[in-house]
């Protein structure tokens, strides 16, 4: 009897258990859908294979000298003193939007990025924005001709633009003719954190002049970026 008695109190035990694991389980699989699996490596994560990648992505975005846009380049340009106008900011936003698509392009390109989910490629791209921008157009531009050559392979003339990106065209100038000396040192890289503010003042001022509305990808990375 009192073998009985154990066995009947363990089937009840049991029975009593037995939903509520089943309950766990199907609270889990409603919360989840299901359990993660364990993540895929890349084929080839080396150090080396990773600068490869990105070396081959830069080569590949950059615009060659016989695809360059002259179409809207001269040197005599309307009197930089005079007040920006609303054609003086679209070209500004065009040309930062015009950037974005090619910076984009290269990112995929970069091994792993894609593989990544689409919100973290995206917050991954507009926090690095602006530093992107001005080292890749720093790099291309030839500061002693005032030539200024962006993403998308667009020539204009320093005198061009000033209306419409200010002083701080002048400042990306500035830290190109630093890179061509080849003198980059860490004080010629810290201003990269001064130039994006620069940046951002400049779309700040803009946003107020409300000549022209700001394209949504501009305006996010702005909004994204304050600090309030």
Known sequence: MRGHRGFRH?????????????ARTDSLKGRRGRLPSKPKQPPDASPVSLITSLVRA????????????????????????EKEDSVDVQQFYDLLTGSMDVIRKWAEKIQGFSELPKEDQDLLLESAFLELFILRLAYRSKPEEGKLIFCNGVVLHR???????????????EFSQSLHRMSVDVPSFSWLPSLCTQGLQRIFYL???DLVPPPPIVDKIFMD????
């Open 58 to 81: 830069h080569i590949d975005s950059i615009p060659s000298a016989t695809k360059l846009d002259y179409s809207k380049f001269q040197e005599s340009a309307p009197c930089p003193f």
């Open 159 to 173: 005198q061009q633009c000033v209306r419409g990106f200010g002083e701080w065209i002048d400042a990306i100038l």
């Open 207 to 209: 946003k107020l002049e």
């Open 10 to 22: 363990r089937v009840m035990g049991i029975e009593q258990s037995g939903p509520k694991t089943v």
């Open 225 to 228: 970026t304050l600090p309030f």
